[in-house]
């Protein structure tokens, strides 16, 4: 077990630079007293690691040190296959690279890790995206992950829907992009502040000779954890409040889904005396909630907001006119 943490300490060296017993200690999953008794481990085994003091400092190797210790696992070795995603990988334009790196992989492991990685291609599959879903349409996918490699800035004509729908024109400086349930967004810094973007609504882009500087501090995986935590604590922010039957109350999992269900279940109220409980549901705009509801039927009324109420009732009456009893 130290054996292998030895290792990864001092691949992770080598392969980010310098870095702090704090981060070592993140990375590894231990104590930073811990990675200070590895690091006196490995000086002691001749490995030329040296320290830095003050707020910059930390630890690191000898310009010019590599180590050859990097043989994998069998487990390891498995792993590697059960990150595969072809599709994603074929509309970045990659997929013939990803193919042809695997193979390559293949080719050097040791029989028996093969054979094993084979196993998992056969019984293990990735699909990111949802039911009944058409992937969106991203023909500027290409020339956005281009500029991101080489870190271009981009002008993009970008349709937007709030706060007011329509079209708008944006200079951006590719961060990252991210797939997200099959949908492919791009995070960019616009007037120096990272902002996400749906890759399918940009309508136009031009790449700029303009070099972005890329900020040493930005954490692409960190932005998008804090952002999906915004937005899902923003769709609380409007609420409508609803009467249900016990079968209503039960099927609100599978209509909200089970985490705005949680919230709304936290609001219940003991049955009236016709049986109906009264909750209140995050409401994301009053076209999707009254969607959301239509899908219980007679076991939900609507009973605020207005507008919620408004858009239910002339869309039932619609929908009743076109069954004539």
């Keep these: 077990m130290r054996a292998s943490r030895l290792l990864s300490l001092l691949l992770l060296l080598q392969n980010r630079g310098r870095m702090s017993a704090t981060q070592l200690a993140a990375a590894l ?24 003091q ?69 019984r293990f ?10 992937p969106d349409a991203v023909p500027h996918l290409l020339a956005v992950a281009e500029a991101l490699w080489q870190d271009q800035t981009i002008d993009v004509r970008y349709r937007r829907w709030a706060p007011r729908p329509g079209e708008v024109t944006r200079r951006l400086h590719p961060l990252g992009l991210v797939l997200k349930a099959g949908v492919w967004y791009l995070v960019a810094a616009s007037r120096g502040q990272p902002r996400t973007y749906r890759v399918s609504a940009i309508v136009d882009l031009r790449a700029l000779p303009e070099t972005v500087t890329r900020p040493d501090s930005f954490d692409l995986a960190g932005f998008w954890r804090a952002h999906v935590e915004r937005y899902e604590r923003a769709d609380t922010d409007q609420v409508a409040v609803v009467r249900l039957t016990p079968n209503g109350v039960a099927a609100l999992p599978d209509v909200l889904g089970p985490k705005a269900a949680r919230l709304a279940l936290r609001t219940l109220t003991p049955a009236d005396p016709d049986g109906w409980h009264q909750v209140t549901i995050p409401m994301e705009n009053v076209p999707h909630t ?18 919620l109420v408004a858009h239910l009732t002339d869309t039932i009456q619609a929908m009743a006119r076109l069954y004539p009893a």
């Design 54 to 122: 003050g707020p910059a400092g930390g630890y690191q190797l000898m310009d010019g040190y590599r180590t050859r210790l990097t043989g994998m696992t069998a487990d390891e070795a498995e792993s590697l296959f059960l990150t595969g995603m072809p599709q994603p990988a074929a509309e970045l334009g990659l997929g013939a690279q990803v193919a042809a790196a695997e193979l390559k992989l293949m080719a050097a492991l040791p029989t028996p890790y093969r054979h094993a990685s084979m196993r998992i291609r056969q």
């Design 29 to 52: 999953g231990v104590t930073a007293r811990t990675v200070y008794r590895d690091v006196e481990a490995l000086a002691a085994a001749g490995v030329p690691i040296y320290a830095e």
């Design 125 to 134: 599959h990735l699909d990111t995206r949802g039911w009944y879903r058409e």
């Design 290 to 307: 009254a969607v959301t509801l239509l899908r219980l039927g007679p076991n939900v009324q609507a009973l605020a907001p207005t507008q």
